[in-house]
């Protein structure tokens, strides 16, 4: 009996281990035992997280719907803000117009009552540029609450393109055509051949045959304002190689082919040249050729200009010192036909 009683204890213990295995841990190392929780849940847990998931759905969906319905409010109060508030009640004119401030109002298309955050800076830019060719360039400025600013900056005319009638275009520094017509200019208008001309409208930069030409007016104005030569009263940029300036009608400077980095050497070299030649006088007439880099040739117009060297030839180096050369003056050769001429009359 012992014994049976003995082998069915032993039975239950190892149906009990059986059932409910031990973990021994592992050396070193601490673990929590837990109980494995059933893979499938009961129908009320699977209600109850049913629930749970619809709910934080709703949340969401509130979260997002009260956003969404806060921006439009805020977008709405905004643009009633700016519908009601902010007209223009004063326009200004500032900086160096050469039309009437209402002029200058009147054609940049901003009027009062309009709507100050809605008024287009670049519309009114563009149409008191083209329409007001003597406008350079213009900045709206917006004052908060209800004050436009408009400040313009002018231009001026410095070149002149002759037309086949003798009528001559004006054009400011960058070639916009300022005006058309005109019998006369200025005296310190230069006038520019430019080659073919596409295009002459008000408003708008001229247009050539050779794109490079007006980009070669313009690099000319900034040089002679560099190196201060004043009195050049005709430019010739009819070959795309070759530039020429006249400077007071009477001296002639050929520049031959120009880049921007020897142009204003170029000038620089000719403007000291033709000051040292008017100390001398400032009668004086003919050609300086500058063709070659950092030096310069004098050539004198005997044509008009009495008891001068037949051909003068004046070497200028990079300081602006000249060297004349000469040959042969007409004074002697007219002593010499004197004399010929005694010697045949004996």
Partial sequence: ?????????NEKT????????????????????????????????????????????????????RSITCLIFAVVAITVTLLVFFHVNTIEVTGDPVYSDSDIILES?????????????????????????????????????????????????VF??????????????????????????????????????????????????????????????????????????????????????????RITLLLGETTNSNLVDKLALGKSAIDTQNDESTQYKGTLNLTVDKKGYWSEDISTTEAVSEETETVTNENGEIVEEKEGSSDDKTSEEKSETEKSQD
């Fill in 14 to 65: 190892k149906k009990n281990k059986a059932q409910n295995p031990q973990r021994t841990p592992v050396s070193g190392s601490v673990t929590n035992y837990r109980p494995e929780r059933s893979s499938q849940l009961s129908a009320d847990e699977r209600i109850i997280n049913r629930a749970k998931e619809r709910q934080r759905k709703r949340k969401r969906k509130a979260l997002i719907v």
């Fill in 160 to 249: 002149a393109v002759m037309s086949e009638d003798g009528s001559y275009t004006l054009l400011d520094k960058n070639g916009k055509v300022l005006e058309s017509g005109l019998e006369f200019t200025a005296e310190n208008i230069m006038t520019v051949d430019l080659g073919k001309i596409n295009s002459m409208e008000i408003g708008y930069v001229i247009e050539t045959e050779n794109e490079d030409t007006i980009e070669r007016l313009r690099s000319i104005y900034d040089a002679l304002i560099e190196t201060g030569l004043e009195g050049i009263t005709f430019v010739d940029l009819s070959n795309a190689y070759d530039t020429t300036l006249v400077y007071e009608g």
């Fill in 109 to 157: 298309g901003i009027e009062l009552g309009d709507n100050l955050i809605f008024v287009s800076n670049k519309k009114a830019n563009n149409k008191l540029i083209v329409n007001m060719p003597y406008i350079d360039s213009v900045k709206v400025k917006k004052h908060l609450p209800s004050t436009i600013e408009i400040n313009v900056k002018e231009t001026k005319a």
């Fill in 1 to 9: 009996m012992a014994d049976r009683r003995k082998s069915r204890a």
